[in-house]
């Protein structure tokens, strides 16, 4: 079952539009983390010159780049499978065990991240905690952020992911018409 032959759905075609597009976007802060490696590396080696701020940051873009292109990959069923096992299975197989491993073991980590993130990121915006490094990046919250927010994408992206192999083996909800 590739992801192609799963049927889109409304709702699968109107999430995976928008984290599609997100997921692009997100190149930019790839290229983004690129230059702040290359410009941390010269100021370091040639110039005997280190800059925290620039340490935290290759950390802050790599988590926000991780943690909102989690939807992305799911969307775009680029993410790792066991494909020794799937491989040799049919096409209704692998759509049953997708709705297992989203119902049993991706929606629940999903929601617990969710719900411990709340706390986490409004204490950090509470206290206005900052880098404990001396000259480290102020607003911690906003990286803190990127954990709640990435994984509500990644929640749109297993409803959408879910509602496509639900339409494949029930057929419902319906599949979107062909344009």
């Known amino acids: 079952m590739s992801d192609q032959s799963l049927p889109v759905t409304s709702l699968s075609q109107l999430i995976d539009?928008?984290?599609?597009k997100l997921g692009s976007a997100l190149g930019l802060v790839w290229l983004?983390?690129?230059?702040?490696?290359?410009?941390?590396?010269?100021?370091?080696?040639?110039?005997?010159e280190g800059f925290i701020e620039l340490e935290e940051l290759q950390w802050h873009l790599y988590a926000t780049g991780f943690l909102l292109g989690l939807s992305y990959a799911l969307v775009?069923?680029?993410?790792?499978?066991v494909d020794v096992f799937r491989s040799r299975w049919?096409?209704?197989?692998?759509?049953?065990?997708?709705?297992?491993?989203?119902?049993?073991?991706l929606l629940p980590f999903v929601m617990l991240v969710l719900i411990a993130?709340?706390?986490?990121?409004?204490?950090?915006?509470?206290?206005a905690e900052v880098s404990q490094a001396p000259g480290g990046l102020p607003f911690r919250w906003m990286i803190k952020a990127m954990l709640p927010i990435g994984f509500v994408l990644l929640l749109l992206a297993t409803l959408s992911r879910l509602s496509r192999v639900l339409c494949l083996l029930f057929g419902w909800p319906k599949p979107r018409a062909s344009q």
Not at 17 to 20: D, E, K, N
Not at 32 to 43: C, E, F, P, W
Not at 76 to 81: C, W
Request: proline residues 2%.
């Open 76 to 81: 775009q069923d680029a993410h790792v499978r």
């Open 32 to 48: 983004l983390l690129i230059g702040v490696i290359v410009v941390n590396v010269i100021s370091r080696y040639l110039f005997s």
């Open 90 to 105: 049919s096409d209704q197989t692998q759509a049953w065990v997708e709705v297992y491993g989203l119902l049993l073991l």
């Open 17 to 20: 539009g928008v984290v599609v």
């Open 117 to 127: 993130a709340g706390p986490f990121v409004l204490y950090a915006f509470e206290t």
